[in-house]
């Protein structure tokens, strides 16, 4: 007679768990923090957003592009998307075995780490059981050799044990490992001066935005310095990994594009904020100003100090038009 409890399991003995349980790596942790925190924040402004009865436009710009500047620095120094290869080998699974295995190879290249997958093609492999996405750092001198290491003693395939291997050496002819730690740390360098930048960016938006225009283009220059300084520092001898009847080549990653794509977008927004403000001067504006449409607006400041200028002028010219002659009755009075 069959009870609550006995799901599983056979003739009154322990559950048996017979299924594989094991779950690759879908994602990075850092990235979807990153994500998840500057999704919140742009979700809160957009509850808050109908609200908004004045400026809505320049207020709905400046707070998207920062949102989205901020995002693409901090994700593009974690990322794994900068220099990227993906392709289909087979290759044995283990060194010097006639086992072969149909998988898909990439290596995802960061400012400061390798992202090495290999996944079992569905079909007629011996096996399926193959999803590795395995991380190897080289943030200090050593770390990559060191990280090589261990991974032979853990035994890991073969085709990812091969692709390390080319980052890890640094001599007779392999210095690609220490060209990219290159490119990673000056890249990762301008990076932090333009996450700087977009900081005081943003303080200058709210206390005075024309200076917070100059900031901005300030941030899209760091940003295109960066790609241009790792394009520049990234091995000039392509790296190809051969296997049996394919290639593992690289290119251009994710990455790099978005980095070019918020840096433009820096520029040009900071520089139409300039344009505007030279035409007419103190007419941008948000509602996120230091106090905004209240007697202490910057707005009203400006045009208060005008009238009391002009004022001042008119009292001034007043005097010097009066006759110089004037009697004495009329100065008391005066």
């Known amino acids: 007679m069959k009870g609550w409890f006995d799901a599983f399991r056979n003739d009154g003995g322990p559950t048996l768990y ?27 402004f957009l509850v808050i957003f109908p609200g908004v009865r004045k400026e809505r436009f320049t207020t709905f710009t400046s707070v998207t592009l920062s949102l989205f500047v901020g995002t693409v620095i901090l994700v593009a120094k974690y ?9 289909e080998i087979v290759s044995s699974y283990r060194a010097f075995s006639r086992e072969k295995v149909e998988a898909e190879l990439g290596a995802y290249i960061g400012l400061g780490h390798v992202n090495i997958t290999l996944r079992a093609m569905p079909g007629d492999n011996w096996t399926e059981d193959i999803d590795f996405n395995e991380r190897f750092s080289w943030l200090g001198s050593e770390e990559m050799g060191e990280s090589y290491r261990e991974a032979l003693v853990r035994g890991l395939p073969f085709p990812i044990l091969t692709v390390a291997e080319y980052f890890s050496l640094g001599q007779e002819g392999f210095a690609w490992g220490g060209q990219y730690r290159a490119a990673g740390y000056y890249g990762a360098i301008l990076l932090w001066s333009a996450f700087a930048m977009w900081l005081l960016m943003n303080l200058l938006l709210v206390v005075v935005p024309r ?30 990994v051969r296997f049996e009847g394919s290639v593992l080549m690289f290119r251009l990653g ?22 505007i403000d030279l035409i007419y001067p103190h007419r941008f504006s948000t509602i996120l100003e230091v106090d905004y449409d209240t007697p202490y607006d910057r707005h009203i400041i ?20 009066e006759p110089a002659t004037a009697g004495l009755g009329s100065r008391l009075l005066r």
């Not at 990235?31 to 998840?36: F, I, M, N």
């Not at 990322?79 to 392709?87: D, I, K, R």
């Not at 901005?216 to 790792?230: A, E, F, K, Q």
């Not at 045009?303 to 200028?309: A, M």
């Open 254 to 275: 994710w990455c790099f594009w978005l980095v070019i794509t918020a840096g433009a977008l820096c520029i040009v927004v900071g520089l139409v904020i300039a344009i």
């Open 211 to 240: 200076y917070g225009a100059y900031a901005m283009m300030v941030t899209g220059t760091l940003l295109l310095s960066t790609d241009l300084v790792y394009y520049m520092l990234i091995p000039l001898n392509p790296l190809v």
């Open 18 to 44: 017979s299924y594989n349980n094991r779950t690759p790596v879908t994602g990075d942790v850092h990235t979807l923090t990153l994500y998840l925190v500057f999704f919140t924040v742009f979700l809160a």
């Open 79 to 87: 990322g794994s998307g900068w220099h990227v290869a993906c392709t």
């Open 302 to 321: 400006i045009e208060e100090s005008h009238d009391t200028r002009n004022n001042k002028k008119k009292n001034l010219a007043n005097r010097l038009e």
